[in-house]
């Protein structure tokens, strides 16, 4: 007998069960893990995402080998690193980013302070063994991917010790050296890895005995060669380049006496040594830059390189930033510098439509000056590489840092795709993975694609604005020596911050969708499913109504067709 129901009707116990509302659907909920933002914005790899939700459930060190899994030195890149994660943060559409290299360079310091060993296993002892030419970021951290993958490495380093640029050019009031030495002391331990310093490639060692002795070759050599500076072929007799000063400043704590100095250049090396000259007694020290100072570029490109925070703070010391200057003429009496001519420049198209400098006639000015120091950046030094390099000392590498030789691999400032720590370790990082896929004859795991968590993915109803932790900055009168500027922040600072983390993109376990769902088709899990939630949809009954995935707070639930 069929069952007739009618507005006045009763339902009966179990109805909802008999009718499968599924069937109306014409869309339906599935869960999306699409990479946060800051993911996929940062050179190295990391997922901040997941190291904060560690974090935020006061699980620190499990966040530490989340974090190390993609980049072994956090707490070098938490100091020096851009942070091109903050950049890309949704949570400043509400407030301000999260403060996620503060939350790195905590976890790198906890771990330092704790003994925490990395999560790697001793390779087999007939594994592959390759060699890494250059014992800097780029260097260091192919080593240890390499290891954690199953290889053996052999490190050559021209120096006595480990640490390139961010030892010898990196003052320690931004990078302590108990912090660099720490780090790297603990991924020299690592098993299966032979450090050998004292070895220069082109003079103690040769890249075809490397490749007749070992599996692969990495070179991690870094731009170790100033670039030529002159103004229409005048060079000062007693030219100084920027880098090799402040290195100088660096190994022995001092550098010539100058009353008024030109540091020319928009880097971090010039900023650096700008500031290293007025804590040694300068008088006055002036930065002149093609660019402009930082958030007040106005195209891409046009903002000086230099970390933002460490411009301000060149600002704060008495630092003089003249920006969109060149040099235009060089003041000389004999050979030495008593002054030189400036003018406005700005970057502008030109017939094809590329970017130039132009000079403007009329905007000239006289800065009268001791010296003038580039600091331009550097170059390939190209002994030992005689056999890769181009006409112009380039060396080309495809995406994953493969040379022209299949077996020599090479990362950091070489390559010339970028110029931080930052992507340095992330080169490194692929370069690993592709030598090792090509040594093993497996496929190397690709990146997951499709699009990013954005801000169109966000519902911003459920997040309060909660103020980002402050770090205490040392006061302008005590930046006088080694001291480190920035002392960083506490254990429930960084655990408040971590809990100001959107998870973009990644289930947050709210209940939003279990509790709001109208026809009670979302189901809660005991243990995390295979996507990571602790939801599944029961598409017998869920009618599509899309309200679980308008509620859901981080863009985890998306819609689909139902085909």
């Known amino acids: 007998m069929s069952q007739i129901i009618?507005?006045?009707?009763?339902?009966?116990?179990?109805?909802?069960?008999?009718?499968?509302?599924?069937?109306w659907r014409t869309q339906r909920p599935v869960h999306v893990h699409a990479p946060a933002p800051c993911h996929h914005a940062c050179p190295a790899g990391e997922d901040p995402q997941a190291y904060l939700a560690l974090l935020d459930e006061d699980?620190?060190?499990?966040?530490?080998?989340?974090?190390?899994?993609?980049?072994?030195?956090?707490?070098?890149?938490?100091?020096?690193?851009?942070?091109?994660?903050?950049?890309?943060?949704?949570?400043?559409?509400?407030?301000?980013?999260?403060?996620?290299?503060l939350i790195e360079r905590h976890l790198g310091d906890e771990a330092l302070s704790k003994g925490w060993d990395y999560p790697v296993v001793?390779?087999?002892?007939?594994?592959?063994?390759?060699?890494?030419?250059?014992?800097?970021?780029?260097?260091?951290?192919?080593?240890?991917?390499?290891?954690?993958?199953?290889?053996?490495?052999?490190?050559?380093?021209?120096?006595?010790?480990?640490?390139?640029?961010c030892r010898s050019a990196i003052p320690t009031y931004r990078l302590p050296r108990e912090v660099l030495?720490?780090?790297?002391?603990?991924?020299?331990?690592?098993?299966?890895?032979?450090?050998?310093?004292?070895?220069?490639?082109?003079?103690?060692i040769d890249?075809?005995?490397?490749?007749?002795?070992?599996?692969?070759?990495?070179?991690?050599?870094?731009?170790?060669?100033?670039?030529?500076?002159?103004?229409?072929?005048?060079?000062?007799?007693?030219?100084?380049?920027?880098?090799?000063?402040?290195?100088?400043?660096i190994d022995h704590g001092a550098v010539p006496e100058y009353r008024s100095v030109a540091v020319v250049g928009g880097g971090n090396t010039a900023v650096d040594l700008a500031r290293v000259l007025k804590r040694s007694g300068a008088e006055r020290v002036h930065i002149i830059t093609h660019n402009a100072l930082?958030?007040?570029?106005?195209?891409?490109?046009?903002?000086?390189?230099?970390?933002?925070?460490?411009?301000?703070q060149a600002l704060e010391e008495g630092i003089e930033i003249l920006p969109h200057r060149g040099v235009h003429r060089l003041l000389l009496q004999g050979e030495r510098v008593i002054g030189l001519e400036m003018v406005h420049m700005k970057k502008l198209p030109d017939a094809n439509g590329r970017l130039v400098r132009i000079p403007f006639e009329g905007t000239e000015t006289i800065l009268r000056v001791d010296a003038v120091i580039p600091a331009i950046g550097e170059e390939i030094d190209p002994r030992g590489l005689e056999a890769l390099l181009e006409g112009d000392y380039a060396l080309r590498t495809d995406d994953n840092g493969r040379t022209a030789h299949e077996r020599v691999f090479a990362g950091g400032d070489m390559n010339g795709r970028g110029g931080t720590v930052t992507e340095a370790v992330g080169e490194a990082r692929h370069a690993?993975?592709?030598?090792?896929?090509?040594?093993?004859?497996?496929?190397?795991?690709?990146?997951?694609?499709?699009?990013?968590?954005?801000?169109?993915?966000?519902?911003?109803?459920?997040?309060?604005?909660?103020?980002?932790?402050?770090?205490?900055?040392?006061?302008?009168?005590?930046?006088?020596?080694?001291?480190?500027?920035?002392?960083?922040?506490?254990?429930p600072q960084a655990r408040h911050e971590a809990g100001r983390c959107l998870s973009c993109g990644m289930c947050l376990s709210c209940d939003n969708c279990y509790t709001l769902c109208p026809d009670m088709a979302v189901l809660k899990t005991p243990e995390p499913t295979t996507d990571g939630s602790t939801y599944v949809f029961d598409y017998d009954y869920c009618k599509g109504c899309g309200l679980c995935a308008s509620e859901c707070p981080c863009g985890f639930i998306q819609m689909v067709d139902d085909l």
């Open 294 to 312: 930082p958030g007040q570029g106005e195209r891409p490109g046009d903002e000086m390189r230099a970390l933002p925070r460490e411009v301000t």
């Open 181 to 204: 030495e720490g780090e790297i002391e603990r991924l020299l331990a690592l098993p299966g890895l032979d450090f050998q310093p004292h070895t220069r490639l082109g003079q103690d």
């Open 122 to 165: 001793t390779p087999p002892a007939d594994a592959p063994q390759v060699a890494v030419v250059g014992a800097g970021p780029a260097g260091l951290a192919f080593a240890y991917h390499a290891i954690r993958l199953g290889l053996r490495v052999r490190m050559f380093e021209s120096a006595p010790v480990a640490g390139g640029v």
């Open 432 to 491: 690993a993975l592709a030598m090792h896929a090509q040594l093993t004859g497996t496929a190397r795991a690709q990146a997951a694609q499709g699009p990013v968590a954005d801000w169109q993915h966000i519902n911003p109803a459920y997040y309060d604005a909660t103020p980002r932790a402050r770090e205490l900055v040392l006061p302008i009168e005590e930046r006088t020596g080694c001291a480190e500027i920035e002392p960083g922040i506490s254990g």
């Open 207 to 249: 890249l075809q005995d490397l490749l007749q002795s070992h599996a692969g070759v990495f070179l991690g050599l870094g731009n170790q060669r100033p670039h030529a500076w002159s103004i229409d072929g005048a060079v000062p007799e007693d030219l100084h380049n920027g880098l090799e000063l402040l290195k100088e400043w």
């Open 59 to 101: 699980r620190p060190r499990e966040a530490w080998e989340a974090l190390v899994a993609a980049n072994p030195l956090p707490g070098v890149t938490g100091r020096v690193c851009p942070h091109f994660c903050e950049s890309a943060c949704n949570r400043r559409e509400i407030d301000e980013a999260v403060g996620i290299h």
């Open 6 to 23: 009618t507005r006045g009707g009763v339902a009966q116990p179990g109805g909802a069960m008999v009718y499968h509302t599924g069937t």
